[in-house]
């Protein structure tokens, strides 16, 4: 294989029977649509994303959670568009936008403001210090986090998008390692990798119990109103935790930190199938071309 080389800014995400490649300039997405052909979508990214805010430690992790959200909102909204042409439906914009807001609104409540009303009840009920009621915060999100992504996993739908996530995954490696991009190529990586999401979940949990050990004793509505309002933080000092350790992987103390990581992503990631790599593998080499020529036409 030839020397390790590695993406200036990369972002995937499985989306419905597809996967979402992200370089600085485009984003590309390949779905398998139900009469089996591959189809293909690319969209350029906005200036901010190559703006100086998006150097700026800490700053551009917050654009970099910005960039989760509405990106994967866009690759999901159009997968799911194709999916629908299959069976004569049709899924609007509306749709999606609500069932998006509604996501987003039961997730902070589930994984943000329910930890921390359990961490305040049981830190008075027990008349613990602050620190133990945060503690405990910590500990009640970082398990809500692990079933969530353990129990939806158990839906056959999710599993495929799993696999997707494995697939993605694969890819990357395979393009990092400078394998052929092919499918026997991509097959034998692994399905984990130190640069995912999830790695990022797990990240801002731990980094929540640091820095909400740190506010002290609080009333009720100020604990779980800083819980909301230091996300954007958490969220910078994570990504800067994240992309440390992923352009230090192969320093031996590194491999040892993200070894967490990789392991939550078993419960995000399943062995993908073929005709699943065969889809990432079109995504991302529809994204480097793309990439190539915005970077031409810059020149």
């Known amino acids: 294989m030839s020397q390790r080389r590695t993406l200036p800014a990369y972002g995937g995400q499985a989306v419905i029977e597809g996967v979402m490649m992200r370089g600085r300039r485009v984003m590309a997405v390949a779905v398998r649509a139900p009469d089996g052909r591959i189809r293909t979508r690319v969209e350029p990214l906005g200036r901010l994303y190559r703006s100086p805010l998006a150097r700026i430690p800490f700053v551009r992790g917050v654009i970099g959670l910005w960039d989760a959200l509405v990106l994967g909102y866009k690759a ?15 899924l609007s914009q509306r749709d999606m936008v609500v069932s998006s807001m509604v996501a ?17 009840g049981v830190e008075g009920w027990l008349n613990l210090s602050p620190w133990l009621g945060n503690l405990i915060e910590g500990v009640v999100r970082l398990l809500l986090v692990i079933a969530y992504v353990g129990l939806i996993g158990l839906n056959p739908e999710i599993r495929r998008l799993y696999g997707y996530h494995g697939a993605e995954h694969k890819t990357i490696h395979a393009f990092e390692h400078g394998a052929p991009l092919t499918v026997d190529g991509v097959r034998p990586f692994p399905e984990e990798h130190p640069r995912c999401g999830t790695a990022f979940l797990l990240i801002l949990v731990l980094v929540s119990v640091v820095l909400f050990s740190l506010l002290g004793p609080l009333d009720w509505f100020w604990r779980l109103a800083s819980r909301i309002l230091l996300l954007p933080v958490i969220a910078g000092i ?18 040892l930190l993200v070894k967490p990581n990789l392991w939550l992503q078993k419960l995000t990631t399943r062995p ?5 790599i065969e889809v990432a593998i079109v995504a991302f080499k529809t994204m480097r071309q793309h990439e190539e020529q915005a970077l031409d036409v810059a020149a």
């Open 238 to 255: 994570a990504y800067e935790y994240l992309k440390f350790t992923a352009a230090h992987v192969d320093h031996p103390l590194v491999r």
């Open 76 to 90: 999901l909204h159009w997968s799911a568009q194709v999916q629908a042409e299959g069976s004569g439906e049709t």
């Open 104 to 120: 987003l609104v039961v997730g902070l409540a589930l994984f943000m403001a329910l930890p921390a009303a359990v961490g305040k």
């Open 272 to 276: 993908p199938s073929d005709d699943m």
